[in-house]
């Protein structure tokens, strides 16, 4: 009887033990996942200097182009996505040469007098802050369509032509203040870190 006794508290003694060790066992290296590290707010910056220059190529390309959305809806300023014979506004254009057309056309169909000043989230504020401007920038190269009071015979060619002018002065104002919306749109992205990775890593 003592015997078997003495052999029944050597066992209890033996479980901590074992229960110890395989606490103890390191946890297997691939079954860690370690998170990406977030992108140097350089690596950022030079990613939008890109995407800027390259999304200013666009608007210049609508600009001089003189093919210019209406607004056909009422009289006053109105911000006009796509207008009845399908022409875009500035905005959707470089939206659109970016690659992005269903998102364009969606906009189109669901909020035509959109104003980007306005967007907050979505498919639409990723693209702004991925696009190398400042959403204050966007909001003035989408200018807004006048249509007169009494529309006169040829007022889009009027309107064609103040647009055109009030394009080249925006154009010139983004060139000399390129720097400083650079700097302000690299630390809005940097707020968003996944979209940050995304567009330094080429995904966007």
Request: charged share 25%; net charge negative; glycine share 6%.
């Amino acid at each position: 009887m003592l015997k078997l006794a003495s052999l029944m508290v050597s066992f209890s003694l033996l479980i901590p033990v074992a229960s110890a060790q395989n606490f103890a066992k390191p946890v297997a290296t691939d079954q860690v996942s370690v998170p990406d590290a977030a992108p140097t707010r350089a690596a950022v910056r030079k990613a939008l200097a890109a995407r800027r220059e390259h999304n200013l190529a666009g608007f210049h390309t609508y600009r001089t182009s003189g093919v210019y959305p209406h607004n056909y809806v009422r009289p006053g300023p109105l911000n006009t996505w796509r207008d009845r014979d399908g022409h875009l506004c500035a905005a959707a254009t470089m939206i659109d040469l970016d690659g992005q057309h269903e998102l364009v056309s969606k906009t189109a169909d669901a909020n035509n007098q959109i104003r980007l000043l306005n967007v907050t989230d979505g498919a639409l504020m990723d693209w702004v802050l991925t696009s190398g401007f400042t959403l204050e920038e966007i909001d003035r190269i989408q200018e807004p369509g006048f249509r007169p009071e009494q529309p006169v015979q040829n007022w889009q060619a009027q309107e064609d032509a103040r647009l055109a002018k009030d394009y080249a002065a925006t154009e010139t104002w983004l060139g000399k203040h390129a720097k400083d919306g650079l700097d302000s749109a690299t630390e809005r992205l940097m707020q968003n870190p996944e979209l940050a990775t995304k567009l330094v890593n080429g995904e966007i």
